[in-house]
């Protein structure tokens, strides 16, 4: 399962043509998601989600199939917003324990 973070959960969103712009009070830094990374931290705001219903959310919001959405693509951003610490895999966390 894959959850937001405390820092994930305090961010602030501005929209900007079509880039988010949002600022991450925990670290006093300024981030620019592009649609598709703006909506896997949406997709986690209500609740912890699997990797598959995470890209069943997003590739439904895009409009886009499931299969269409890139695998690679996810992976990339998904692996960002956890490095800027906006996200945690409960799985890892459990399994460190």
């Known amino acids: 399962m894959i959850a937001l973070t405390r820092a994930g959960h305090e961010l602030s969103w501005q ?7 949002v600022y ?10 592009n649609e598709t990374t ?4 949406r997709g986690l705001e209500q609740s912890a ?3 598959d219903e995470l ?3 997003t ?13 690679d693509d996810l992976a990339f951003a998904m692996a960002r917003i956890e ?14 324990q």
């Open 59 to 71: 590739a439904s919001e895009l409009g886009i199939a499931t299969e269409d959405l890139d695998a």
């Open 49 to 51: 989600k699997s990797l």
């Open 15 to 21: 929209k900007w043509d079509d880039v988010f712009i």
């Open 24 to 33: 991450q009070p925990s670290s006093a830094e300024t981030h620019v998601f």
């Open 55 to 57: 890209r069943e959310f």
């Open 83 to 96: 490095e800027l610490g906006l996200i945690e895999r409960l799985d890892d966390v459990v399994a460190g």
């Open 38 to 41: 703006a909506l896997i931290l």
